[in-house]
């Protein structure tokens, strides 16, 4: 047979799709002859149609030496390249037969794709725009500016050209995969999920639309379904690194931290600069108080945010920061590369003539939370004859005892769950919402979109995230003087307002069950001092642990009682515990159990141990509220800071202390001097019942007054600017007396 019938068999085979006859006798061509650049170039185009691009590469290689004026075969090359991931490369490449062929259609797209995945996402953008010129009904390339446009957060235009594709190609189940990536970040879950639905069923075995289906599914809460989604792409796809760390954040929500664990560690080894999924590891290794390599971890983590990289949610950093500039870093970030970006504002100026003020406070949380648990009586205290206030929920339907009271507090309960970012948005605007008060911050649920789109006037930052938000549509932070002290404005992208005590609101009407269990009951010995800290465990750091078995080392006979946590976490904690010299049945476990109760037991404890960085919040207030005293050794960010505002508020500052020695030396202090605290805790009972932290009617008057202050501000067309509420509501202050 002639080299020419060879070759011409060759094609047939190929064409007809028998890739194993067409690559015998293309090898046997080479065999013979093995510069024959025909032969080489479609041989390397079946390694590359059977999933061998290194293959393909080394025969295309040889190929362009042999023919170095075939823009098809440099073209190809450039293109096996990006699939290898060799993106300067196959820019080069896409870049020679550009300078031959700048009409090149493949080149432009090809030249777009190593850009983007470069991350040189504009220029990327760029590269498709000019083939979409010469080309402007291509389906591949329309899609493959609909993902630059989605990496830029370009949501909407992202969509709008997914729309293109498919009205060109309905049976593109890619384009209707993309689309529903897009639609979850504009915060259109439901019609994503469809999107994502229709996908697999022109392709059931569609790995990335699993994995965007699993990312609806999470954002409308279906977690479960959300988890079996992702593994189904891990099933098909075990290199889809981005798989591991969402389905790894969807274990986290059932608090299965020990699997999220693996995921996360999963997705660094296939991608290690995946975003986030560095500072993700950490967080569930705190949760499982698993502390290998912590210092080096933390340290490096923190340099990667102040250096702008994509490595650590806001809750990580929260929980590790060592200064508020750690925090502003990393949210900005954060909302600069998810969708918090701005939208294209709904409210267009102007304000409204009300004889009230409207203020909506929107959460996910309007049911048996932390949240409302500290912040319903404020809702119910109001001035109705001066505000109209609404509860705008995007949470689960939870018909408890808590949402009856919330729906008995607020004029208005609106339940938003099954709408998008946008027509939440549309609906504070249409009901002329003054005021909008975000109560989630980057916690479970949040939905920063809505804000993103500039619904009202004025968009305050309140209680769900301790610090920045990073975000310019916020207008205000609530704050106080302890948490965020004079001087450290500058490391909020909101304007800061300070309220006068402490910035946390509680609940004075928190019932506390009568009956105490014994200490028999609660797991405790019948004896000894019992320090407590109720904190989760995701917030017990190294430090703070070693300094708590070196003041048990120091108390004879004390416990320290926990939460109960993760199998993982306990076990890890009792041998930390063996590791510190200290008998790991001293640490004494708690179970959950409903608040009344909670707050009962707390009466069997004698002093409370704060963690640091990241305090006892809402944990702090239950302790003060049930009588017991809080030691608080205070940092510099707003997280480290906000058991001392409680403090301060109760006019105990003698139980604020700035380094862990102190800290350590104050504990024993007290715990060798029942007089001490016996003293102490009888002013606390006294401020606890007289001073400012528990009153809810000065909380609300004094919130109020801030509400009036920034609705002067903007009715006059002035910019927020930050203030410190008088208070309005002035407490004689009593004579104190010192007792340490």
């Known amino acids: 047979m002639t080299l020419q019938q060879a070759l011409h068999d060759a094609i047939a085979h190929h064409r007809a799709g028998r890739l194993q006859d067409a690559e015998r006798l293309y090898r046997a061509i080479l065999a013979t002859l093995p510069d024959q650049f025909d032969a080489l170039h479609l041989l390397a185009r079946i390694a590359a149609q059977q999933g061998h691009p290194q293959g393909a590469e080394e025969l295309l290689q040889r190929a362009v030496a042999v023919n170095p004026a075939s823009t098809e075969a440099h073209l190809m090359l450039a293109s096996v390249r990006n699939t290898l991931q060799r993106h300067d490369l196959a820019l080069a490449g896409a870049d020679h037969v550009l300078a031959l062929q700048p009409q090149s259609v493949e080149a432009s797209a090809v030249r777009g794709m190593a850009l983007h995945a470069a991350g040189r996402v504009e220029e990327a ?28 957060q370009r949501l909407d235009e992202a969509v709008y050209c997914y729309d293109r594709v498919l009205a060109l190609q309905p049976g593109m189940a890619e384009a209707w995969s993309n689309r529903g990536g897009a639609l979850s970040e504009l915060g259109r879950h439901a019609e994503a999920l469809i999107s994502c639905e229709r996908a697999l069923v022109l392709l059931p075995s569609f790995p990335e639309a699993l994995h965007n289906r699993g990312a609806a599914l999470s954002a409308l809460g279906r977690h479960g379904e959300a988890i079996a989604s992702y593994s189904r792409a891990i099933e098909l796809a075990p290199w889809f690194a981005q798989a591991y760390y969402n389905r790894g954040s969807a274990l986290g929500y059932f608090k299965e931290h020990a699997k999220a664990c693996l995921d996360f560690e999963r997705a660094l080894e296939l991608n290690p600069g995946i975003a986030f999924a560095a500072g993700a590891l950490l967080h569930s290794r705190m949760h499982c108080c698993d502390w290998r390599d912590w210092e080096t971890a933390v340290t490096r983590l923190l340099i990667d945010v102040q250096a702008g990289k994509r490595v650590a949610e806001p809750m990580t950093i929260a929980a590790v920061a060592r200064s508020p500039a750690d925090v ?49 009586e404020l809702f119910e205290r109001h001035d109705r004859a001066r505000f109209e206030v609404t509860a705008v929920s995007f949470g689960p339907p939870t018909e408890d005892a808590m949402r009856a009271r919330l729906r008995q507090a607020f004029e208005h309960f609106v339940d938003v769950r099954d709408l998008d970012d946008l027509a939440v948005a549309q609906w504070l605007r249409d009901h002329e919402i003054d005021i909008a008060i975000d109560l989630k911050g980057y916690t479970y649920d949040a939905r920063l979109g809505i804000f993103a789109h500039r619904a009202v006037p004025v968009q305050v930052n309140y209680l769900g995230y301790p610090g920045t938000l990073g975000a310019p549509y916020f207008d205000y932070i609530l704050a106080d003087t302890t948490v965020v002290p004079a001087g450290d404005e500058a490391f909020y992208a909101e304007q800061v307002v300070r309220l006068p005590w402490s910035y946390q609101v509680n609940d004075s009407r928190r019932v506390i069950a009568p009956d105490t269990p014994s200490r028999a009951e609660a797991g405790l010995p019948e004896t ?93 207030s239950d302790a003060l509220w049930a009588g017991l005293p809080v030691v ?57 019942a007289d001073g400012p932290l528990f009153d809810g009617a000065c909380f609300a008057r004094n919130l109020e007054a801030c509400f009036e202050t920034m609705m002067a501000r903007s009715r006059q067309g002035l910019p927020p600017l930050g203030f410190d509420v008088q208070d309005a509501v002035p407490i004689a202050s009593s004579e104190r007396r010192d007792v340490l």
């Open 328 to 376: 502003l870093a990393c949210t900005s970030t954060w909302v600069a590369s998810r969708a918090g970006r701005p939208r294209p504002p709904v409210w267009q100026g102007g304000h409204y003539r009300h004889e009230r003020i409207r203020v909506a406070y929107l959460s996910a949380d309007f049911h048996e939370h932390a949240t409302s648990q500290l912040m319903v």
């Open 125 to 152: 953008l760029a590269s498709y725009d000019h083939a979409l010129a010469l080309q402007p009904d291509h389906p591949g390339l329309l899609c493959n500016r609909g993902a630059a446009l989605k990496d830029l």
């Open 528 to 620: 000894g001092f019992v320090f407590c800290c109720f904190n989760s465990n995701y917030k017990i750091t190294p430090d703070v642990f070693a300094t708590w078995m070196q003041i048990l080392r120091d108390v004879e006979g004390s416990v320290l009682w926990l939460f109960d946590g993760p199998p993982h976490a306990v076990a890890n904690l009792r041998r930390e515990a063996v590791a510190h010299q200290v008998e790991p049945r001293r640490l004494v476990f708690a179970p959950r159990m409903p608040l009344p109760k909670h707050l009962a037991r707390h009466r069997l404890a004698d002093l409370f141990l704060d963690t640091r960085p990241y305090n006892a919040h809402t944990t702090a």
């Open 632 to 688: 608080t050794c205070a940092g510099t960010t707003f997280a480290s800071r906000v058991a001392a505002s409680l403090l301060h508020a109760l006019d105990l500052p003698e139980l604020v202390t700035s380094t862990l020695p102190e800290y350590a030396a104050l504990a024993v202090q007290l715990a060798r001097s029942p007089a001490k605290l016996a003293d102490l805790r009888a002013c606390l009972a006294a401020r606890r």
